[in-house]
Nanobody, 123 residues
Framework: QVQLVESGGGLVQPGDSLRLSCVAS????????MWWVRQAPGQDLEWVSD???????YYVDSVKGRFTTSRDNAKNTLYLQMDSLKPWDTAVYYC?????????????????RGQGTQVTVSS
């Protein structure tokens, strides 16, 4: 079965960096587009970034220039390098697959997500 296991979250100060990792199993990682999504308290799930199986990465405007998504297909691992963290980056971060925007509800749905890793940015 599909398993996605995130790690690397923590409590940091504004301006600090964190690197999240996600180890995937149960499917062919190398041919699968992958997503990073996040959910802040009381907020809907938000798309952060996605990366194609070929390595082309895309980002929500609020993280462009600060976050970098990469993947190591040999290790079945997805990464999110987060630099210059801001307090509003505070959320539970999930790696996910098979995500789509639901136009009717203006929401994001993903068929598979990991358990999430908490990122808290606070002084």
């Amino acid at each position: 079965q599909v398993q996605l296991v995130e790690s690397g979250g923590g409590l940091v100060q504004p301006g600090d960096s964190l690197r999240l990792s996600c180890v995937a199993s149960g499917f062919t990682f190398s041919t699968t587009d992958m997503w990073w999504v996040r959910q802040a308290p009381g907020q809907d799930l938000e798309w952060v970034s996605d990366i194609s199986n070929g390595g082309a990465a895309y980002y929500v405007d609020s993280v462009k220039g600060r976050f970098t998504t990469s993947r190591d297909n040999a290790k079945n691992t997805l990464y999110l390098q987060m630099d210059s963290l801001k307090p509003w980056d505070t959320a539970v971060y999930y790696c996910a697959k098979d995500c789509r925007a639901v136009v009717a509800t203006k929401s994001l749905e993903c068929d598979y997500r990991g358990q999430g890793t908490q990122v808290t940015v606070s002084s």
